[in-house]
């Protein structure tokens, strides 16, 4: 027996785990009492992630009486991994309690108090601990930068980061974190050289090309720039493509469909307003539905998903293969994607082709890139406009009246403009700073100047901070606007945000990555609203919606124009009055509204995709 340790202890300082997995567990089962290979073999388990195993070798170490200070952290660190945090936190604070003073296990508390209790204060008080012990730990300058940047701190996250790299320590991880906080503070032109810079260190980091994906849209507005980048970047992922669907398809003419949506958002999250009117109007005569949740939270909104689907899956801790086989056990006729390249997403269990149809739906304003994706549903207009047809990996499935929003909830009156009772004209901007860059907060100022006591309003988290009032402040004065025509307001509850619109008298989208969800909120609430349309589809939201409500004579085509529309908006006091009495009833009337009609257009569109590939599928066979 004790050679069988000590080879396997041997196997175990040679990174041979799995061999010295099966010696240690040799040892255990002549003798369940050994607690140091109890202990070895949890640590082995560790370091190959069977985290939950692992626990439960580490439990037993202690249970035999371990003194050993750090077998605490590091049965902290499995319990964790595998989703226990309650015992997890208890692990970890009787290491510390112990006096195990290891760095890692600093670290490790710093992240489980950032990432899982969310008690940033404490994280910031562990991750300065691990610095303190070791100045080159910088792994814990770029955890604390992501917490900055998690609470808005900018600047301190820039600060953190500009010590990595002045001491020439330059990851993945610190360009996205670089990225992420000048992508807040609206310097979009340096936060999208700094995600370029993430994916040339790490192709294959996820978060990397997320972020990056998304700053294309806040900083191009043109599809045939967007689109190359897209295919550049997905290169690796197409050369894993099965070109075909193995399995049978059956293209029996009116049989029903099964249709599997694919999505880490089926929670409370903006994408609800969009897919549960379309669930709720399916035709559940035509088609089974499938819900396939890759995210271990299933909140109140996940429980009213699933009452309106006939099978609910939680795909979240399944592997791709795992998941790939679930869907083709379930016979899904089209596999849909509502997360695109967003956080979540599932894009790598398509590649294998699990489904004889897969489909790009909802999710970012871009192609996904994948030549796994059969089709993507885009609006029709948009999709000529922008010549989706050269700039998309996937089929274009046109799909007319595509702009449609569900508030999901009472909303609350309509109150007259602010400006009759102020005697100033108010313009607001419910958007993130991250939509709003310099040369969209020049625009802005202009139209400040030209109109005379005008104010303006923003509104979300990104303002609540002091270095963010500042450098907004700064920015405006440089544009001769007094910081006193500036009303920042931090974040507000839903229902609060929304009678906060009744204090602004005109909306102004940001450009090029239009508002969607505020695009909505704030016509609903009586707003007019101005935009400038682009050739992207993420400068093309706005537009489609304001043409819905025949508004169409609040689109610009360039910002002298949106800066002429504006002015026009806030001479006219009556027609702001007209607007606030009409604009909700003119949405509930529109085909933003009409739910079913927007419903079955999807619908046809995906039938159309299907009967496509039945055609193929029999000209092949």
């Known amino acids: 027996m004790p050679n069988n340790l000590s080879t396997a202890i041997k196997k175990l300082n040679q990174g041979k785990l799995a061999e010295a997995g099966k010696l240690f567990s040799r040892v255990i089962k002549k003798d369940p ?3 140091q290979a109890q202990y070895l073999l949890g640590q082995c388990l560790l370091r190959q992630n069977r985290n939950q195993e692992a626990a439960l070798h580490l439990q037993q170490a202690i249970s035999m009486g371990n003194p050993e200070p750090c077998l605490y952290y590091l049965c902290g660190m499995a319990l964790e991994k595998s989703g226990q945090f309650q015992e997890a936190e208890k692990s970890y604070e009787i290491a510390e309690r112990l006096g195990c003073s290891e760095n890692l296990m600093y670290y490790m508390i710093g992240s489980f108090n950032a990432n899982i209790t ?27 930068s992501k917490l900055y940047n998690d609470q808005g701190r900018y600047e301190d996250a820039l600060q953190a980061l500009d010590y990595c790299l002045t001491h020439g320590y330059e990851t993945v991880e610190v360009y996205v974190n670089l990225g992420h906080a000048l992508s807040h503070q609206g310097r979009q032109e340096e936060a999208l050289a700094c995600c370029k810079k993430s994916v040339e260190l790490a192709p294959d980091h996820a978060v990397a090309q997320q972020n990056y994906l998304a700053q294309l849209l806040f900083s191009l507005d043109n599809e045939a720039e967007i689109y190359p980048e897209i295919a550049e970047l997905t290169k690796p992922l197409n050369a894993r493509v099965r070109k075909k669907y193995a399995g049978e ?25 969009y897919f549960m009117p379309v669930l709720k109007h399916l035709n559940k005569d035509r088609f089974t539905i499938i819900l396939y ?27 791709d293969k795992h998941f790939q086989d679930k869907i083709r056990t379930d016979q899904v006729d089209i596999l849909i994607d509502l997360s695109n390249n967003t ?5 790598t269990a398509f590649l294998n082709r699990p489904a004889p149809m897969q489909v790009s739906m909802m999710g970012l304003q871009m192609s996904t890139g994948l030549n796994c994706m059969d089709y993507a549903l885009r609006d029709k207009q948009t999709a000529e406009k922008c010549q989706l047809d050269q700039y998309s990996s996937e089929k274009i499935l046109p799909v007319e009246n595509s702009a449609f929003f569900d508030p999901l909830m009472e909303l609350p009156p309509v109150a007259p403009p602010p400006c009759i009772s102020n005697g100033y004209i108010t313009f607001g901007s419910f958007n993130g700073l991250r939509k709003i860059d310099k040369s969209v907060m020049e625009v802005w100022a202009k139209l400040l100047n030209a109109v005379p006591g005008s104010r303006i309003r923003l509104m979300t988290d990104d303002y609540e901070n002091k270095y963010m009032r500042d450098y907004l402040h700064e920015i405006f004065s440089q544009f001769q606007v007094d910081q006193n025509r500036l009303q920042l307001q931090p974040r507000l509850s839903l229902g609060e945000f929304l009678t906060s619109h009744n204090e602004v008298d005109i909306a102004l989208d940001p450009y090029p990555y239009h508002g969607e969800s505020t695009t909505y909120y704030s016509l609903l ?42 002015l026009s908006l806030a001479k006219d006091v009556d027609g702001l009055i007209a607007n606030r009495n009409s604009l909700r009833t003119d949405i509930e009337n529109s085909s933003l509204m009409n739910f079913k009609l927007v419903t079955e257009n999807i619908e046809s569109a995906l039938l159309r995709g299907w009967q496509t590939l039945c055609d193929e599928r029999k000209r092949e066979s």
């Open 33 to 35: 009492t050994n607690g």
């Open 118 to 144: 969310q008690n940033f204060a404490k994280a910031e008080v562990y991750f300065g601990k691990t610095i303190t012990n070791d100045p080159n730990a910088y792994v814990a300058y770029v955890a604390l």
């Open 249 to 273: 398809m059956n293209c029996q003419l009116d049989r029903k469909l099964t249709l599997g949506f694919v999505s880490a958002d089926l929670i409370q999250h903006a994408i609800v307003h």
């Open 293 to 319: 949740s890759n995210n271990i939270i299933q909140d109140q909104t996940s429980n009213a998903l699933e009452n309106l689907c006939d099978v609910w899956v939680n795909c979240s801790q399944m592997d």
């Open 343 to 347: 956080a979540g997403n599932r894009l």
């Open 525 to 566: 609430m009586g707003l007019p609203l101005v935009t400038r349309a682009g050739n992207s589809c993420a400068s093309n939201v706005s537009n489609r919606i304001l043409a819905a409500i025949n508004r169409e004579q609040w689109v610009a085509n360039d910002f002298d124009e949106y800066i002429e529309i504006a």
